[in-house]
């Protein structure tokens, strides 16, 4: 019989509504409970081991928070006797916690992080079939060595590029450009692709402060200057097209590069890459000359968590860390 440990951490697949405001209260429900009202069936022959890492809205997830779920991970996963784990999670910060794991864990086994829409009383509620069939993930040995994936609604996405697409529905996270590794159907597990690389930090010290600026037109620098004030270990800025900022940005942005800031300009668009298309102020190219890092496909937050990970693990060459061709 396989085993699967299952984490659970709040959010909307652990919620209630309060009895004051009708409204829900994120995380109230603890791992027993949740798992007792999914009703996992017995024909599955998967002994399902429950631990409450703690029960929280998303939004209050800190790093502390993340580095003790990994603890937990790494734990479970170096038994023999663990197929994999589950963690179950808000959607509001999922994206970020899936793919910060799957930069600081180090497992064949599979790591697969779920959560809901809706509530577990929700009519058409999302909540047990995704564990269910997160479950069922974390058993499947195509799912070996490709590191921290997403189920949700059916899908297996891989935490590199997943995103939360929709505020409510119940499809509720995309992989735009890139698709889906995979689906669960009928209770089979398909794998149809996989990354062809895998990353992995080991983190040598505290995780440092990196701040994210959106740029938008005739944006000036004033959140750049305080970010530069604040004394940040780095600053992800969030571009447009093939990564361009707003003239008015620029003179701040060569301050913080001299005063030893990692910037990294990355490209609000959905699809596509940050590249030096163009030679004028502002320009990929013209950052890029002045110390800037080329963020690539990376989106801003997915951005600032490689480079805060980087960072902490000391990477040697921090200039080359969105490149893939440095693998």
């Known amino acids: 019989m396989k085993k699967v440990v299952v984490l659970t951490t709040g959010g909307t697949i652990a919620s209630k509504k309060n009895s004051e405001s009708g409204l829900l209260e994120s995380g109230v429900i603890n791992g027993n409970e949740l798992l007792d009202l999914c009703d996992i069936p017995s024909d599955i022959n998967i002994d399902?081991?429950?631990?409450?890492?703690?029960?929280?809205?998303?939004?209050?997830?800190?790093?502390?928070?993340?580095?003790?779920?990994?603890?937990?991970i790494d734990d479970?996963?170096?038994?023999d006797e663990v197929a994999g784990v589950v963690i179950t999670h808000g959607t509001d910060t999922l994206e970020e916690t899936s793919y910060f794991l799957n930069l600081v864990t180090n497992h064949v086994k599979p790591i697969v992080v779920t959560g809901s829409q809706r509530s577990p009383d929700e009519i058409g509620t999302d909540s047990f079939v995704n564990i269910k069939h997160s479950i069922l993930a974390a058993c499947s040995k195509d799912l070996w060595d490709v590191g921290v994936v997403v189920v949700f609604n059916e899908r297996i996405f891989?935490?590199?590029?997943?995103?939360?697409?929709?505020?409510?529905?119940?499809?509720?996270?995309?992989?735009?450009?890139?698709?889906?590794?995979?689906?669960?159907?009928?209770?089979?597990?398909?794998?149809?692709?996989?990354?062809?690389t895998n990353e992995f930090f080991q983190l040598k010290k505290k995780l440092p402060?990196?701040?994210?600026?959106?740029?938008?037109?005739?944006?000036?620098?004033?959140?750049?200057?305080t970010a530069r004030e604040a004394k940040v270990q780095g600053l992800i800025l969030e571009g447009v097209g093939r990564g361009q900022v707003p003239p008015r940005m620029v003179e701040e942005i060569k301050q913080c590069v001299k005063s030893g800031i990692k910037v990294v300009i990355t490209t609000s668009a959905e699809e596509g890459e940050v590249y030096t298309t163009y030679d004028y102020l502002g320009s990929a190219y013209d950052l890029y000359k002045n110390g800037v890092i080329l963020g690539r496909d990376y989106d801003s937050k997915k951005a600032r968590i490689k480079l805060m990970v980087?960072?902490?693990?000391?990477?040697?060459?921090?200039?080359?860390?969105?490149?893939?061709?440095?693998?």
Do not use: W
């Open 76 to 79: 479970h996963l170096m038994k």
């Open 310 to 327: 980087g960072l902490a693990s000391e990477y040697p060459n921090i200039e080359r860390i969105y490149d893939p061709s440095y693998y």
């Open 48 to 72: 399902i081991q429950v631990e409450s890492v703690f029960q929280k809205a998303s939004m209050h997830i800190t790093y502390d928070d993340l580095l003790l779920i990994k603890e937990r």
């Open 209 to 225: 402060e990196v701040d994210i600026i959106k740029c938008f037109m005739d944006s000036d620098d004033k959140y750049i200057r």
């Open 158 to 196: 891989h935490s590199k590029y997943v995103k939360k697409e929709h505020a409510s529905n119940i499809q509720g996270f995309n992989s735009f450009g890139f698709g889906y590794l995979g689906i669960i159907d009928n209770g089979y597990v398909h794998v149809h692709q996989k990354p062809i």
